[in-house]
């Protein structure tokens, strides 16, 4: 964690600079590259919803910091969730997104990103813990789900360690 905390600040550094490369990569975790333009792409649709919610929002590097790591979260669940051989299908994403209500034409691209994004996150996750969950048995259903709940924990706690951030070289 406390390489996380060195090596985000730098990514966010690095993704201020070099004008308007939208596809320059700010971070690189496992096998998956995060854009400046992903990374604007969040922190405007962030900024979109606390404008809805009419709470402040303010670009700044703390927020874009914690945006960029919520990115390296959701990369790293889809690269561990491949490792054990779970695929998602887009239908399944496509079906999730409209019974969320976020499927709909002539929305901004950058918005149906994001959506996608997090629900395939969210997918991957509840077919993670079903994975897991199926090898736990145990008579009492409270020890039950807390050993489940648990082998969960431990499989994102792990994530880091085995999808390291990266940066580009300057």
């Not at 406390?2 to 939208?22: D, E, K, S, T, Y």
């Not at 971070?27 to 962030?46: H, K, M, P, W």
């Not at 919520?70 to 491949?82: F, K, M, P, S, T």
């Amino acid at each position: 964690m406390r390489r996380l905390l060195v090596i985000v600040p730098l990514a966010v550094a690095a993704a201020g600079c070099g004008g308007a490369h939208g596809d320059r990569v700010v971070a690189s975790v496992g096998t998956a590259s995060i854009t400046r333009e992903q990374l604007d792409e969040t922190v405007d649709r962030f900024g979109e919803e606390a404008a809805r919610e009419g709470k402040p929002f303010v670009d700044n590097a703390a927020v874009r910091r914690h945006l960029l790591g919520l990115l390296v979260y959701r990369a790293r669940i889809e690269q561990g969730a491949a490792s054990l051989g779970i695929t998602l299908s887009h239908d399944a994403v496509e079906q999730r997104l409209k019974s969320l209500g976020e499927a709909e034409e002539g929305g901004d691209e950058g918005d149906d990103a994001f959506a996608e994004s997090s629900v395939r996150a969210q997918l991957y996750t509840e077919a993670v813990y079903r994975r897991l969950a199926a090898r736990i048995r145990d008579a009492d259903p409270q020890r039950r789900q807390a050993r489940r709940n648990t082998a969960l924990a431990h499989w994102l706690a792990a994530l880091p360690k085995r999808f390291p951030v990266r940066l580009p070289h300057a």
